[in-house]
T-cell receptor
Framework: AQKITQTQPGMFVQEKEAVTLDCTYD???????LFWYKQPSSGEMIFLIY??????QNATEGRYSLNFQKARKSANLVISASQLGDSAMYFC????????????FGKGTLLTVNP | DTAVSQTPKYLVTQMGNDKSIKCEQN?????MYWYKQDSKKFLKIMFS???????INETVPNRFSPKSPDKAHLNLHINSLELGDSAVYFC????????????FGPGTRLTVL
């Protein structure tokens, strides 16, 4: 069984500062993928970044980077230079081979960027 | 040029009614999904189809029945709606049997009165 834990229900950050959103996972699959999605107040789910379990380097996409620590089973999202538009719910998700590649989501972290 | 579309966006109905939600993707993906997001924002997989074949069927009441007429469409039919069915339902699609990232539709907010 797969499990994703996001321990921060809410986070606050000042505009232009960096913020880290925590995500830990548990799986018995030897190969898996980790994803982060953003859900603004308008409700749509936006794919941000992906990390494969065998990827040697941490994933980066613009201002988003994934701090992947395999031994610790953590996949934290780092947002640099926060913008007001980053205020949203952020979900960490995992996909494993042994589960027909279904996505298992964490409970989410609500990020608020203050001006 | 919408990638994953769902209709309707909002659905308000009475308990006991039957309703359907439609999903279409124009990304050429081979795998489609239905997720339910409850009032606490928790997202959970319901069903997944790969090339029109059901591959994931989570613990969902029999009142929910997915149908995939072709690879680009996945519909969700719900019989005898209950208050607890009120939620946002998301359709998603991905490529390579789910190995790639999933792209989500805009969601359908279902309210059962």
């Amino acid at each position: 069984a797969q499990k994703i834990t996001q321990t921060q229900p809410g986070m606050f950050v000042q505009e232009k500062e960096a913020v880290t959103l925590d995500c830990t996972y548990d799986t018995s699959d030897p190969s898996y993928g980790l994803f982060w999605y953003k859900q603004p107040s308008s409700g749509e789910m936006i794919f941000l970044i992906y990390q494969g379990s065998y990827d040697q380097q941490n994933a980066t996409e613009g201002r988003y980077s994934l701090n992947f620590q395999k031994a610790r089973k953590s996949a934290n999202l780092v947002i640099s230079a926060s913008q007001l538009g980053d205020s949203a719910m952020y979900f960490c998700a995992m996909r494993g081979e042994g589960s027909n590649y279904k996505l298992t989501f964490g409970k989410g972290t609500l990020l608020t960027v203050n001006p | 040029d919408t990638a994953v579309s769902q209709t309707p966006k909002y659905l308000v109905t009475q308990m006991g009614n039957d309703k359907s939600i439609k999903c279409e993707q124009n990304l050429g993906h081979d795998t489609m999904y239905w997720y339910k997001q409850d009032s606490k924002k928790f997202l959970k997989i319901m069903f997944s189809y790969n090339n029109k074949e059901l591959i994931i069927n989570e613990t969902v009441p029999n009142r929910f029945s997915p149908k995939s007429p072709d690879k680009a469409h996945l519909n969700l039919h719900i019989n005898s709606l209950e208050l607890g069915d009120s939620a946002v339902y998301f359709c998603a699609s991905s490529h390579r049997g789910g190995r790639d990232e999933q792209f989500f539709g805009p969601g359908t907010r279902l309210t059962v009165l």
